[in-house]
T-cell receptor, first 111, second 114 residues
Framework: EPEVTQTPSHQVTQMGQEVILRCVPI?????FYWYRQILGQKVEFLVS????????KSEIFDDQFSVERPDGSNFTLKIRSTKLEDSAMYFC?????????FGPGTRLLVL | KNQVEQSPQSLIILEGKNCTLQ??????????LRWYKQDTGRGPVSLTI?????NTKSNGRYTATLDADTKQSSLHITASQLSDSASYIC?????????????FGIGTKLQVIP
């Protein structure tokens, strides 16, 4: 069964550094999402992406965040200058109809 | 403010027993409600999805109900197994200008013990 994949599974970075989280959505899906989950808290919506542009973003998704679909398969989330509070699990999801399929997540730790 | 409240926060049950998890929401306009299972350190996996007109939906030992009038949903797990130990998350979607906005509940942490 096709699934969403994410790399890396874990990333440790220094505060102020840039990180790029990568996702490969399911191939025929058209809608793409990024979520984050701070340890012990609920999943939070960051951004949705459709037709090569952002369709919706939350207040969390400020200027330090950006998303890109550089080719036909990858969907990336870039955090320009990481802060300690960016430490979280970041989930990518994709959908074609109603059900979103989540990737396994990237655990980001900012030191 | 759109909110999704889940109860209980955590639950411990014996293997083989049934349990019911609750979800109340204030999200409007309502599009659909989904229940996800999230194993520790993993991404959520969809169990059921229900639209406004659906009252109940089953997926194996999981049965979800929806009362759109009272804005309540429940997830019933029958004959629990050790592998059911996970967080169960209620997610409510609303249509917003053609796109869906989603609100997650914090989840109910279920532990099934032998």
């Amino acid at each position: 069964e096709p699934e969403v994949t994410q790399t890396p599974s874990h990333q440790v970075t220094q505060m102020g550094q840039e990180v790029i989280l990568r996702c490969v959505p399911i191939s025929n899906h058209l809608y793409f999402y990024w979520y984050r989950q701070i340890l012990g808290q609920k999943v939070e919506f960051l951004v949705s992406f459709y037709n090569n542009e952002i369709s919706e973003k939350s207040e969390i998704f400020d200027d330090q965040f950006s998303v890109e679909r550089p080719d036909g398969s990858n969907f990336t989330l870039k955090i320009r200058s990481t802060k300690l509070e960016d430490s979280a699990m970041y989930f990518c999801a994709s959908k074609v109809q109603e059900t979103q399929y989540f990737g396994p997540g990237t655990r980001l730790l900012v030191l | 403010k759109n909110q999704v409240e889940q109860s209980p926060q955590s639950l411990i049950i014996l293997e083989g027993k049934n349990c019911t998890l609750q979800c109340n929401y204030t999200v409007s306009p309502f599009s659909n409600l989904r229940w996800y299972k999230q194993d520790t350190g993993r991404g959520p996996v969809s169990l059921t999805i229900m639209t406004f007109s659906e009252n109940t939906k089953s997926n194996g030992r999981y049965t979800a109900t929806l009362d759109a009038d009272t804005k309540q949903s429940s997830l019933h797990i029958t004959a629990s197994q050790l592998s059911d130990s996970a967080s169960y998350i209620c997610v409510v979607s609303q249509n917003s200008g053609g796109y869906q906005k989603v609100t997650f509940g914090i989840g109910t942490k279920l532990q099934v013990i032998p």
